[in-house]
């Protein structure tokens, strides 16, 4: 088997693993389901870490998944209560509480490797945009439980895409995302993307299914960040990765990478979708599906100059924030 066919099956395998926070949020979300985590009952990062033998930092954003859902709420206290009818604070020892981790066990297990990557990986795209970071080997080794072996292997991976680099006294840092790179990003993803929808076969009716979809789209109102990514991501598989030429779909996924880490750390901290953004998207596909390809090219092109300053204005915003608490503590942020 060859270097780029291994690769690609290590990639496949990589999408289908679930991230250890979702494992989390699956668990969390299930015992709640089964009862077994009830109404008023003190849900704190800590015991579930502890649980689940999985990173606080892991826990919180699993916890901040499932508040989204209104499973559970804040109160004056530590921690969240489980929403229902009494919410009258309960405290009990989550050590030893009975608990359903069936499916838990089937996701995760012990970390691996795999699922190491994938919680590093979540936090280190989303780290550039608030300014350059080292990363501490041994404090990522501390917090997920295992060998510095593995975490160098999984930073060594990182290093392959592009994530993450070594400097001159071979620490592991995270470069900022400067106007410069998004600039260069963006003006390799006009190359790179335009080439592939010229070469793309479309497929004609999930296309037509998605425009109608923009096309109804509300304009005076703005649409929220899920249906926003969502959108973009089905935009990108069917547009730009449908090209037959296999390298030039893995290329072109690999710049857009960044961009959308950074889209999604920018909606993250309260910046809103942009709906423009979004109907571009729909004027190339009907142009697209007119059988107009040359001008489908020219439009995608002027939609990502436009997406470059767009997303340049926004990054301005973060020189003046703080990098959320969220972040675990191998990432040590620094000003310069």
């Given at each position: ?52 033998d999985m990173s606080r930092a892991t826990i919180k954003r699993a916890l901040e998944i499932i ?37 838990s066990q089937e996701e995760s297990g012990k970390p691996s490797w795999l699922r190491v990557y ?90 037509k299914k998605l425009a109608q979809e923009i096309g109804a789209l509300p304009r005076e109102e ?115």
């Amino acid at each position: 088997m060859g270097s780029s066919e291994t690769h690609r099956i290590e990639s496949e395998t990589l999408d289908k693993r679930v991230p250890l926070f979702e494992v989390a949020a699956n668990f969390i979300r299930n015992n709640i389901k089964l009862g077994h985590l009830y109404s008023g009952l003190v849900l704190q990062e800590g015991a579930l870490a502890d649980r689940l033998d999985m990173s606080r930092a892991t826990i919180k954003r699993a916890l901040e998944i499932i508040e989204g859902e209104s499973l559970i709420e804040r109160f004056s206290g530590r921690g969240f209560l489980v929403s229902g009818e009494n919410l009258t604070p309960k405290r009990v020892n989550l050590r030893e509480l009975t608990l359903d981790h069936d499916d838990s066990q089937e996701e995760s297990g012990k970390p691996s490797w795999l699922r190491v990557y994938d919680d590093v990986a979540f936090h280190v795209t989303r780290s550039p945009v608030f300014g350059r970071c080292r990363i501490v080997e041994a404090l990522v080794a501390e917090e997920y439980h295992v060998s510095r072996t593995i975490v160098r292997d999984v930073l060594a991976r990182l290093q392959e895409r592009g994530l993450v680099q070594k400097n001159r006294t071979s620490r592991w840092v995270v470069d900022p995302l400067s106007s410069k790179k998004i600039k260069d990003k963006y003006e390799l993803r006009k190359i790179l993307e335009v080439a592939a929808l010229a070469s793309s076969t479309l497929p004609y009716e999930p296309l037509k299914k998605l425009a109608q979809e923009i096309g109804a789209l509300p304009r005076e109102e703005q649409i929220t960040s899920d249906k926003w990514i969502a959108i973009d991501k089905q935009f990108f598989d069917m547009m730009i990765l449908s090209t037959p030429n296999e390298d030039l779909a893995t290329v072109a996924s690999n710049n857009k990478l960044a961009l959308e880490a950074c889209q999604s750390a920018l909606f993250s901290l309260g910046l809103p979708p942009d709906t423009q953004s979004i109907m571009e998207l729909g004027q190339v596909i009907e142009l697209a599906l007119s059988g107009s390809t040359s001008t489908a090219s020219f439009m995608l092109a002027q939609h990502l100059e436009k997406a470059c300053d767009r997303t340049i204005a926004q990054l301005k915003i973060t020189a003046i924030i703080q990098p959320p608490a969220e972040f675990p503590s191998y990432l040590q942020f620094s000003q310069s």
